[in-house]
């Protein structure tokens, strides 16, 4: 018989406002995911329609804005971290032809916002808050899956660099280069994202026996992965698993999806935990480095941040 392998579910309220063998099972099951799969897909994540629909309603404005407005926010400066990232820009590590999206970034301050779109700020400000909080979440599961104390995740990223992008995958233009696709292999470099509300199908994650899984879009719920900063982190417990979107096949649709990157501090240490190397056969796999220099060095290879 073939097994076939699926992306585990679990639900938030079950760590939230469930009985301790509830919560229990929250943790361990979490734990499990990420450290075979990097994947999960996190139901009744507690972020409702009264917030998610005037978000996606504003992502959609902001993409139907002639190219000449949104360039207006794209500021070479800011390398990509805040505002308008043009169609055509990013490449993923390793990877020459550029992935057929454009998107948007903005983070916990010193944001650019569209002033063509007053409903905008407030809308994704609110959404922004409630990401962090079930990030919060998630990160204490974790922390107390590696036993370390409850807060110890979640105090790496208060007042962190966590980012929310939000991607427009436009249909694909018949001139695209020959192989360029929607998004190309690559691992996130964060420490966990939560990918809410990708309106079609499309992101795959790459297993172990060379095959693509396809990732199921469920209404409400959020794709949870790890990054490599926790794999760092955790000297390679909790993996980082490559992922990418393929372009679609039938209907040329446009897709939209909102990855939100939660990342550290930028002083915050990323050398791998004692716990966590003991529970990896005992020698550290990576070295010593900052949440910064980690970010810097990756924005580099991707085509963000100039070279030094
Ligand atoms: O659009 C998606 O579903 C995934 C996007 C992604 O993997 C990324 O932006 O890092
Ligand atoms: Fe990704």
Request: aromatic letters at 8%; charged letters at 20%.
């Amino acid at each position: 018989m073939v097994v076939r392998a699926t992306v585990p579910i679990l639900d938030l309220q079950d760590f939230t406002q469930g009985t301790a063998a509830q919560r229990q099972g929250f943790i361990q099951d979490m734990g499990q995911a990420l450290e075979h799969t990097g994947f999960f897909i996190l139901v009744r994540p507690g972020i409702d329609s009264e917030i998610l629909t005037p978000a996606y309603d504003q992502i959609q404005a902001l993409f139907a804005l002639p190219l000449g407005q949104k360039q207006q926010y794209e500021k070479p400066e800011l390398l990509g971290q805040r505002g308008y990232v043009s169609f055509g820009k990013e490449h993923a590590k390793g990877h020459s032809l550029p992935d057929l999206k454009e998107f948007w970034h903005l983070g916990r301050m010193d944001n650019l916002w569209p002033q063509e779109l007053p409903e905008f700020a407030p809308a994704l400000t609110r959404l922004y808050q409630e990401l962090d909080t079930c990030a919060a979440h998630l990160l204490q599961a974790a922390s107390l899956y590696l036993a370390l104390p409850a807060d110890f995740l979640p105090e790496l990223v208060r007042g962190g660099s966590t980012i929310l992008r939000l991607i427009h995958y436009p249909p694909v233009p018949e001139d695209a280069p020959p192989g360029a696709v929607r998004a190309a292999p690559h691992e996130d470099i964060n420490l966990i994202t939560l990918l809410c509300g990708a309106t079609t199908a499309g992101l795959e994650l790459y297993q172990r026996d060379g095959t693509w899984l396809p990732v199921p879009v469920i209404p409400g719920g959020i794709v949870v992965d790890s990054g490599d900063m926790l794999q760092w982190l955790t000297n390679g417990l909790f993996c980082s698993t490559t992922h990418r979107v393929v372009n679609p096949i039938g209907s040329n649709e446009s897709r939209y999806s909102v990855p939100f990157f939660v990342h550290p501090r930028p002083e915050v240490d990323l050398t791998p935990r004692f716990e966590c190397v003991t529970r990896t056969g005992g020698v550290p796999r990576f070295g010593a480095i900052t949440a910064t220099s980690y970010l810097q060095q990756r924005l580099r290879e991707i085509g963000i941040a100039p070279p030094v």
